[in-house]
């Protein structure tokens, strides 16, 4: 199994099983036997006697062979090919923090993800309104756990501590991390500062926006 993504759409494949013990690890053989590499898995209901998986899977040569090899295991009730959540989600951008602040950022990153998607991105915002040191702390480093999540905005009037050094920890795993002006030591850790909450939404989405001419590496300064 792998974490690694690649630009390549990954096959898709929603299977119903029996829930019984050893299920995840026949699917999972099955799928290896077929050359696949699983990159993401889910299992979306592990309560009911019939579950259902949710795989993302690379390397596959031969689709119609894998859907009928699992088909064929007697745990299996149904495999069907879907679009991955990549093709219809595409990137995520993630708002932690002081609920006004959450909102006003959404507001900005909605309008210019909506820009970005009419022309062919797949562009999502997700936020959760939180208070708290560790409770945000938290927040920043289960980010980096989430699938397809490229950024995350921290909004709020203070932050700092543990916070910050969640920001480094996701940063060294490759998320872009853009923090309001606030007090507190999370806006010197940060890759970009934007005093305008909205205008940090709109920031956030270019900056991870293929259809956009936008690099924070590139800017002469950070604090806007």
């Known amino acids: 199994m792998s974490d690694n993504s690649s630009n390549v759409e990954s096959l898709a494949l929603a299977v119903s099983v029996r829930n019984e013990r050893g299920a995840l690890h026949e699917l999972s053989g099955i799928i290896s036997d077929a050359g696949g590499n699983i990159t993401w898995v889910a299992i979306l209901d592990s309560r009911q006697d ?72 797949r562009i999502s915002v997700d936020t959760i309104p939180l208070v708290g040191e560790r409770e945000l702390a938290e927040a920043v480093r289960g980010v ?5 999540a490229k950024a995350v905005v921290l909004a709020g009037a203070l932050m700092g501590g543990e916070i910050e050094e969640a920001v480094h920890e996701v940063q060294r795993q490759g998320l872009f991390v ?37 690099e924070i590496s590139k800017l002469r300064k950070k604090l806007f």
């Open 144 to 148: 980096a756990r989430l699938p397809r």
């Open 178 to 214: 853009i923090s309001l002006n606030m007090a507190g030591s999370v806006p010197a850790a940060a890759d970009l500062v934007v005093t305008d909450p909205i205008q940090a939404g709109v920031m956030a989405v270019m900056a991870v926006a293929d259809t956009a001419r936008f």
């Open 50 to 121: 019939i579950e259902q998986v949710f795989f993302e899977v690379s390397d596959v040569c031969n689709p119609t062979d894998l859907l009928e090899s699992l088909k064929a295991s007697p745990i299996v009730i149904e495999a069907e090919e879907r679009k991955s959540l990549e093709s219809v989600f595409g990137k995520r951008i993630i708002i932690l923090g002081g609920g006004a602040q959450v909102g006003q950022v959404a507001v900005g990153a909605v309008s210019e993800a909506d820009r970005h998607n009419l022309r062919g991105e």
